[in-house]
């Protein structure tokens, strides 16, 4: 059973260009999430989407937006690079019928580097 | 606004001895609390949850972690530290009023090396 998995691993840009990010859910899972973690912080809540809707948002600009597709995977892209952008971001999941109570999984992560 | 503080960047312990990494709590109402250890360049991986019911919690790992209502503190701790244990380690909460249930809110993590 295949978990969280996200593409790609690593990928270096330019400030000013945009960026997209990707994550397929763990098996059965159809909420999904994007954390952004700069290094030597905690990771940071984004946004997350379930039935294709974004249902909440952190605080984070308009230039980080994002995509749910029918089969759960999602997509994050991210607009006018800034080097503050620079960081790993975690995609995670959880079925939506265990609410609040369940643990999400993350998948290994994105790290971009914006020069 | 939940938050979560974890007042140690780093804990040292030498294996074979207990560990224990703090965790405290800011949060309205009765929190959703969660532990999560970080592998170099790996993702999050769950360890241990709090959501209600007994206040000594076991997790993965032979991980556990008390709950202390009227401390709001979430310790996790673990009675003889492995070498394989060193790692980064999130302590999260979740209000669970929140509607966006995935939300967490993470601490700045702490960094716990067991040495030989």
């Known amino acids: 059973d295949a978990g969280v998995t996200q593409s790609p691993t690593h990928l270096i840009k330019t400030r000013g260009q945009q960026v997209t990010l990707r994550c397929s859910p763990k098996?059965?899972?159809?909420?999904v999430s994007w954390y952004q973690q700069a290094l030597g912080q905690g990771p940071q809540f984004i946004f997350q989407?379930?039935?294709?809707?974004?249902?909440q948002r952190g605080n984070f600009p308009d230039r980080f937006s994002g995509h749910q597709f029918p089969n759960y995977s999602s997509e994050l892209n991210v607009n006018a690079l800034l080097l503050g952008d620079s960081a790993l971001y975690l995609c995670?999941?959880?079925?939506?019928?265990?609410?609040?109570?369940?643990?999400?999984?993350f998948g290994e992560g994105s790290r971009l580097t914006v020069l | 606004a939940q938050s979560v503080a974890q007042p140690e960047d780093q804990v040292n312990v030498a294996e074979g001895n207990p560990l224990t990494v703090k965790c405290t709590y800011s949060?309205?109402?009765?929190?959703?609390l969660f532990w999560y250890v970080q592998y170099p360049n790996r993702g999050l991986q769950f360890l241990l949850k709090?959501?209600?019911?007994?206040?000594l919690v076991k997790g993965s790992y032979g991980f556990e972690a008390e709950f202390n209502k009227s401390q709001t503190s979430f310790h996790l701790k673990k009675p003889s530290a492995l070498v394989s244990d060193s790692a980064l380690y999130f302590c999260?909460?979740?209000?669970?009023?929140?509607?966006?249930?995935?939300?967490?809110?993470f601490g700045t993590g702490t960094r716990l090396l067991v040495s030989p």
């Open positions: 709090y959501i209600t019911g007994d206040n």
């Open positions: 999260a909460v979740r209000d669970p009023r929140n509607t966006g249930f995935q939300k967490l809110v």
């Open positions: 098996s059965g899972h159809d909420t």
């Open positions: 989407y379930y039935e294709e809707e974004e249902r």
């Open positions: 995670a999941s959880s079925p939506q019928d265990r609410g609040r109570t369940g643990e999400l999984f």
């Open positions: 949060v309205s109402g009765n929190p959703y």
